[in-house]
Nanobody
Framework: QVQLVESGGGLVQAGGSLRLSCAAS????????MGWYRQAPGKQRELVAA???????NYADSVKGRFTISRDNAKNTVYLQMNSLKPEDTAVYYC???????????????WGQGTQVTVSS
C-alpha cells in the first residue's frame, strides 16, 4: 500500500512564506512525477507545480517566480517553497505522486489527504 503524507500548511500573512512537504511511503517500486495541486472553495482542483524524476519542473502561471518545487528522490519526498504569498493562494493543497507500486502492473496516481494554506490580507 502506498501513502502520501503532507505537512507544512498553516496560516500566514500576505507576503509571507510557507514550505510544504510530502513524503511517499509504502510498497513503492518507482516514482515518476510528483506534484502539488490546490483546490479553493467553489473552484476546481488545479495544478500548482510538478517535477519529474530527473528534475524537470512545470508551474502554473499564477505561481511562477513565487513558488519553487523540489524533490529528494532518496527520501521519496517532494517540497513546495511558497514565497510572496497572496490571499488568492488560499486553498487546500494536495500532493500527487505518479507511482509504480511493488507488485503492480502500471503507474497510477496517488493523493495525499490535503493540507490547508490560508493567506490573510
Amino acid at each position: 500500500q502506498v501513502q502520501l503524507v503532507e505537512s507544512g500548511g498553516g496560516l500566514v500573512q500576505a507576503g509571507g512564506s510557507l514550505r510544504l512537504s510530502c513524503a511517499a511511503s509504502g510498497s513503492i517500486f518507482s516514482i515518476n512525477s510528483m506534484g502539488w495541486y490546490r483546490q479553493a472553495p467553489g473552484k476546481q482542483r488545479e495544478l500548482v507545480a510538478a517535477i519529474t524524476s530527473v528534475g524537470s519542473t512545470n508551474y502554473a502561471d499564477s505561481v511562477k517566480g513565487r513558488f519553487t518545487i523540489s524533490r529528494d528522490n532518496a527520501k521519496n519526498t517532494v517540497y513546495l517553497q511558497m514565497n510572496s504569498l497572496k490571499p488568492e493562494d488560499t486553498a487546500v493543497y494536495y500532493c500527487n505522486g505518479h507511482i509504480y507500486p511493488d507488485g503492480g502492473y502500471y503507474y497510477r496516481d496517488y493523493w495525499g489527504q490535503g493540507t490547508q494554506v490560508t493567506v490573510s490580507s
